[in-house]
């Protein structure tokens, strides 16, 4: 009989909430900094490792955006995803819908132009060499202001093609989604589909403004949609997904133990939940990490596996027939490996 591991490492997945600058490995990290001759304020790769312990997302958004300070040319923002792209190739994942946040950049004389260039290029040569299909969200940080958000809209209109979805990241407590409510606006007018990050740290409230605001079509995280009776019915009834990072949550301190995770009760509520790793450089493991981890923690079947994986497709922006076969191929993949 196959394990669990095998099973999970073999099924083909889709990853729907991941940031490309939290793919940072610190090795390519090292490697880009020399060759933009950018100083990194740790001595080697083990030291800054080391620097991995955080207590709450900002701890760990502080070092996140000191890690995207080397990244200054196109081949930068190509080699980043490029790696990605490999890495989650190895792990059968098969489509990704992954954020970028050109505030990050921009702000520090970086062009947007630069950074989606070297980013679409990968997904491009992505799309034919690994055969992974891809979607791009651009992604607003909370933290800053809605002008700043409306002017980085107004720098992606040219790419607009290149782009399906806006969404909104960074730190979460006092920057609720209200704030961005008419760049939101704009951005739906021009097309585009919309997520939010709501219920990472932030309360309830935050998830009730992202889907009647923002109008999002996914919740990124939503845990803590659990203190709200009628939200969990409202997530429920309208099969809203819900995009959950195991290990980004343990690493966080959102939950202190992986046993504590709330994906099987949030199941058991019939949540459209997922799995995905977020920021998989900094919190220690990508889809097949997270997958494994939760199955460990709260002994998931196989069963199990195969719903959260047909959510994720389920819950993603590829066309219905797409959707259709992906399933398909996973209810074939259960019947075959159970
Ligand atoms: N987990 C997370 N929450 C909010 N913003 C982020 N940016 C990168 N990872 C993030
Ligand atoms: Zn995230």
């Not at 890495?87 to 050109?102: G, T």
């Not at 969990?232 to 980004?248: D, E, I």
């Amino acid at each position: 009989m196959v394990s669990i591991e095998k099973f999970i490492e073999n099924i083909p997945k889709t990853e729907l909430h991941l940031h490309i600058e939290g793919t940072f490995e610190p090795e390519l990290m090292f490697e880009i900094a020399k060759r933009n001759q950018k100083k990194i304020p740790f001595n080697s790769v083990a030291e800054l490792k080391s620097a991995y312990k955080f207590n709450n997302l900002q701890e760990f958004l502080d070092i996140y955006y000191a890690g995207a300070n080397v990244l200054i040319k196109e081949q930068d923002f190509y080699d980043l995803t490029w790696a990605y792209l490999t890495k989650v190739h190895e792990q059968n994942v098969v489509h990704v819908e992954i954020f970028f946040d050109p505030q990050t950049h921009t702000d520090r004389g970086v062009s947007f132009d630069t950074v989606i260039k070297g980013i679409h290029s990968a997904l491009e040569d992505g799309k034919e060499r690994l055969g992974i299909t891809y979607k791009l969200i651009m992604s607003f940080l909370r933290h800053l202001d809605e002008a700043s958000a409306f002017k980085t809209l107004e720098q992606s209109l040219p790419y607009k093609d290149w782009i399906s979805g806006v969404g909104l990241d960074s730190s979460e407590v006092g920057n609720p989604p209200s704030k961005f409510e008419e760049v939101f606006k704009k951005s739906r007018k021009e097309g585009f589909l919309t997520v939010a990050h709501a219920g990472e740290e932030g309360p309830a409230t935050y998830i009730w403004e992202a889907l009647e605001l923002l109008q999002v079509t996914r919740i990124d995280h939503g845990n803590r949609c659990l203190e709200d009776n009628k939200l969990v019915k409202q997530l429920a009834s309208s099969q809203m997904p819900l995009t959950l990072c195991p290990l980004s949550n343990l690493e966080l301190k959102v939950v202190s133990n992986l046993k504590e995770h709330p994906i099987v009760k949030m199941m058991a509520e019939n949540l459209l939940v997922t799995v995905n790793s977020d920021d998989p450089a900094y919190f220690g493991g990508y889809m097949n990490e997270n997958y494994i981890g939760i199955a460990n923690a709260l002994d998931l079947s196989k069963e199990q596996i195969a719903e959260l994986v047909k959510n994720s497709f389920i819950a993603s922006w590829l066309p219905k027939q797409e959707k259709e076969k992906r399933i398909l191929e996973i209810d074939q993949y259960l019947t075959k490996n159970s």
